[in-house]
């Protein structure tokens, strides 16, 4: 049982999905965590690993949505920037085939991607278009016979250099809809220049897209996505699953506050033994207690067909402000030996950005939430 877990949620999972969990928590312990910081630091991705993620055999497995946050959790519990690479491929890449596709897509693509032989990549936000995504976005499809031309720029796209399956959103120029597409990592007109000099996530390789006259057969359009509802239904499973990676940085940030607190000596004795100390311990447990039981409640919900927009966006926005609080916490309790990356907490700490503003800012979150329980929108 992992050291946050308080309430002793990962009781909720069947001795099944337990099973999974410790195996996939074996193998994060193993190869993930000991590399974590120099990958981080040389801002390089480990390729080495990704077959061996296909060895858990977690992609595309049906599962409850308790494991898969679970999962989530996990991962971003040994190192954010790899449950961001596993949940771009596994979560948006994935999913819009799931979602978006026609059985024969999902035959065709879901197979391969499961086994890692293709990673995927979701082109959504644009140099110019976060937010207003929904109304802004300027990457244009026009049709010419059975072949679709993309024109455009998008910016963030994590694993986009060296993605095998992108699935890219644009604007269809005849009747003004978002639809989605699967552009193949060698097309012509297709260039990915990765994103240097981040300060969060520094392992994801995220790039820059020019996407110019790239052709895409008819056959590669997902056939049910025609309209941006249909994006949005992604964003929507997605959302909840960056509420999980939240709690798995929490626990993460927790753990070794609380493992410091009992080896670090001051005036002779450890500093867990101080008022001060156990205080910061106490509300760094509480914000993870609090946010860990708003993510079992959402899985149950999505599990019982019952969640809507609102579930996921204020688990998403509340969960990250209170990584937030809990990594700074932490790094305060390290004191100087928190701003290096010998002891861990700085990698969290800087990656907590990252997580806090993408699949949908607190700002924008709170607007669904608003619009929810009020019955007005406060949408510019």
């Not at 069947?14 to 990958?39: C, G, K, T, Y």
């Not at 190192?79 to 978006?100: E, K, N, P, R």
């Not at 860990?292 to 599990?303: H, I, S, T």
């Amino acid at each position: 049982m992992l050291a946050g877990d308080l309430y002793a949620f990962q009781d909720l999972l069947s001795a099944d999905e337990a099973a999974v969990v410790e195996r996939v928590r074996a193998f994060l312990d193993d190869e993930v965590v000991p590399i974590a910081n120099d990958q981080w630091q040389r801002a390089e991705f480990p390729h080495h690993l990704i077959k061996r993620y296909a060895g858990l055999e977690i992609a595309g497995r049906e599962g409850s949505s308790l494991l898969n946050g679970w999962l989530a959790l996990e991962m971003a519990r040994a190192d954010a920037s790899m449950a961001t690479f596993y949940g771009v491929h596994a979560g948006l890449a994935m999913g819009s085939i799931t979602m978006c596709g026609s059985a024969e897509q999902r035959d065709r693509w879901l197979p391969a991607m499961a086994s890692f032989d293709q990673v995927g990549a979701f082109a959504l936000t644009e140099p110019t278009g976060g937010s207003d995504v929904a109304a802004g976005l300027r990457t244009t499809a026009r049709r010419e016979g059975d072949e679709w031309v993309l024109d455009g720029a998008k910016r963030w796209i994590g694993n986009a250099t060296f993605a095998d399956l992108i699935v890219v959103w644009a604007r269809d120029v005849a009747d003004d809809q978002v639809k989605g597409f699967v552009v193949r990592g060698d097309a012509p007109g297709y260039e990915a220049t990765k994103i240097d000099n981040k300060i969060a996530l520094r392992t994801v390789q995220n790039a820059d897209i020019k996407l110019t006259g790239v052709r895409v057969p008819e056959a590669d359009r997902l056939q049910n996505a025609n309209s941006f509802k249909d994006t949005a239904k992604v964003l929507r499973q997605t959302r909840s699953g960056v509420a999980w990676e939240a709690v798995g940085v929490m626990l993460a940030a927790y753990e070794i506050a609380l493992n410091y607190s009992k080896e670090r000596e001051q005036f002779g004795r450890p500093i867990a033994k101080f008022q001060l100390v156990q205080d910061l311990l106490v509300r760094m447990l509480g914000n993870v207690t609090g946010s860990l039981g708003m993510c079992v409640r959402l899985a149950q919900l999505q599990d019982e067909g019952k969640y809507r927009d609102e579930h996921s966006a204020l688990a998403k926005a509340y969960c990250t402000t209170r990584m937030r609080e809990v990594a700074g916490w932490a790094r305060e309790l390290l004191a100087g030996n928190g701003i290096v990356l010998d002891y861990n907490i700085g990698r969290f700490v800087a990656d907590a950005e990252a997580l806090y503003s993408y699949e949908g800012t607190r700002e924008i979150n709170t607007l669904i939430v608003g619009r929810a329980v009020t019955g007005e929108s406060a949408f510019v």
